[in-house]
């Protein structure tokens, strides 16, 4: 059984850092691109960051860019999200996902497996 297994998420205040991390088990994700979505109450799933295949190539939103960077480990079969200078408009429940493909993408239909997401809060 395939599990992507989100970790890292709390209570922040604005300015302040969090670390997600994603643990994939039941297959390999080597030869996957990764990403991390977000879901806001009473908004749609977004695109946050994502990982190629190799760790190569990452790709961000632009409400994120300079302040989130994505990283991976292929051995271990973990994604990880570092979160810096974070915002009030930050908070979401973040999940982690994996494409059967090798190149980053940004649309949520693209993504084959989903993790159950962890909730990430950021205060005033």
């Known amino acids: 059984q395939v599990q992507l297994v989100e970790s890292g998420g709390g209570l922040v205040q604005a300015g302040g850092s969090l670390r997600l991390s994603c643990a994939a088990s039941?297959?390999?994700?080597?030869?996957?691109?990764m990403g991390w979505f977000r879901q806001a109450p009473g908004k749609e799933r977004e695109f946050v960051a994502a990982?190629?295949?190799?760790?190569?190539?990452?790709y961000y939103a632009d409400s994120v860019k300079g302040r989130f960077t994505i990283s991976r480990d292929r051995a271990k079969n973990t994604v990880d999200l570092q979160m810096n200078s974070m915002k009030p408009e930050d908070t979401a429940v973040y999940y982690c996902?994996?494409?059967?493909?090798?190149?980053?993408?940004?649309?949520?239909?693209?993504?084959?497996?989903w993790g159950q997401g962890t909730q990430v809060t950021v205060s005033s």
């Open positions: 039941g297959r390999t994700f080597s030869g996957s691109a």
């Open positions: 990982i190629n295949w190799s760790g190569g190539t990452t």
């Open positions: 996902a994996a494409r059967l493909n090798l190149d980053v993408h940004s649309a949520p239909r693209e993504y084959d497996y």
